[in-house]
């Protein structure tokens, strides 16, 4: 069994070189434990943050050791109850053609409803986050415009279908490159996209957005934020969920100039971890379900193939070669 160790701490953009794949025997489970074969592991933009040595929300990942993340696998042996051999589970042993853990800290999924690797994504941890963004963090009122920056990502898809749900009456979406704008709009539900990589952001938002910013899920922060500021309605509530532009930077990043506006427009900017809204995992779950369903929820993947191509699935993610949710196929 192969798996994926950070042999180094990156410096900027991570290099194949700070990472190594060893080769290990399959281990056995012991009393309450599973093993699983991993069928799809997930590549996320957090995980840039814990190959840091630095305090966060989530511990450093440790040099010489096999990283972890979410996976999706299936049974092959199991010594624990309720979770029998083949079924399909969701856990945290990523990076790794193999797993054995305590069957508690895996979940049986319902594949009968969506493909096992949803559970990664749209049904997963992804479609969480832009729930609880748009419900709890930054709530979407009937008849506002929401501005998605990421949009063509894994939650940014997500979250331009559920602001449709609550009734966004408008739904902009900021993406890198022509065609990944041609997608928001003609494929993935968005009324309008931006295309950052054109320049002039703020000119592009102010045009995509007539009457103005209620809501900004922000994904990106930097440029896009300052857009956001800029373009923001007097109450407009901002949920801030990620700031990729800045996760390879090796120095500290200068923030929007123009905060300032925060206070004239009574704006409300909140940050939230999806881990401290899983009491609306249930709610989530049973809409997602529907909405998949009746196909209001269609999502997107970029899959790549085998465990050695982790590593290039990840530094390609932050650069933008995913459309949706990156994920590896390890079967
Ligand atoms: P994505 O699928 O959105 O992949 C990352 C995307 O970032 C790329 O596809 C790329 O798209 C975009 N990107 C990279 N560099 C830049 C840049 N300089 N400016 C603008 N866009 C850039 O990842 P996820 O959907 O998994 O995550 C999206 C965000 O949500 C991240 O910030 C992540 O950290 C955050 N997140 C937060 C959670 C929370 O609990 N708060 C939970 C899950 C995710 P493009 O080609 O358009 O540039």
Excluded at 50 to 69: A, C, H, I
Aim: with cysteine.
């Amino acid at each position: 069994s192969r798996e994926i160790h950070l042999v180094a701490r990156p410096k900027g953009e991570p290099k194949e070189s700070d990472f190594a794949a060893v080769d290990v025997p399959v281990g056995e489970p012991g009393e309450g434990q599973i093993l699983v074969r991993n069928d799809w592991m997930s590549v996320d933009p957090y995980m840039r943050g814990r190959m840091n040595d630095t305090k966060s929300y989530v511990p450093p990942f440790k040099l010489d050791e096999v990283m972890q993340g979410g996976a999706v696998g299936t049974v092959v042996a199991s010594r624990a109850d309720g979770v029998p051999e083949g079924a399909t589970v969701l856990h945290m042993a990523g990076w790794r053609e193999y797993a054995v853990l305590d069957a508690k800290w895996a979940r049986v999924v319902d594949t009968s409803i969506a493909p096992p690797q949803s559970y990664l994504g749209a049904l997963g941890m992804v479609g969480l986050t832009a729930y609880a963004g748009l419900v709890r963090i930054a709530p979407v009122e009937k008849g506002d415009t929401v501005f998605i920056s990421g949009a063509a990502g894994a939650v940014g898809i997500i979250a331009g279908r559920v602001a449709r749900h609550l009734g966004a009456a408008r739904v902009v979406g900021s993406a890198g490159g022509p065609e990944k704008a041609r997608r928001l709009t003609e494929e993935f539900g968005y009324d309008a996209a931006v295309d950052y990589r054109r320049g002039d952001l703020e000119g592009q938002l102010a045009a995509a957005a007539p009457d103005g910013v209620d809501v900004y899920f922000d994904n990106v922060g930097g440029d896009h934020l300052r857009a956001a500021i800029a373009a923001a309605n007097t109450g407009g509530r901002f949920a801030m969920c990620g700031a990729v532009s800045a996760y390879n930077a090796d120095k500290p990043v200068p923030g929007p100039d123009n905060l300032f506006l925060i206070v004239g427009k009574r704006l409300t900017l909140r940050g939230f971890i999806v881990g401290d809204h899983n009491d609306l995992a249930e709610e989530y779950a049973r809409l997602a379900a529907g909405w998949l369903a009746d196909g209001s929820l269609s999502y997107e993947e970029t899959v790549v193939e085998g465990i050695d191509s982790a590593v290039g699935a990840f530094t390609g993610m932050l650069r933008g070669a995913n459309t949706g949710k990156m994920l590896v196929r390890l079967t």
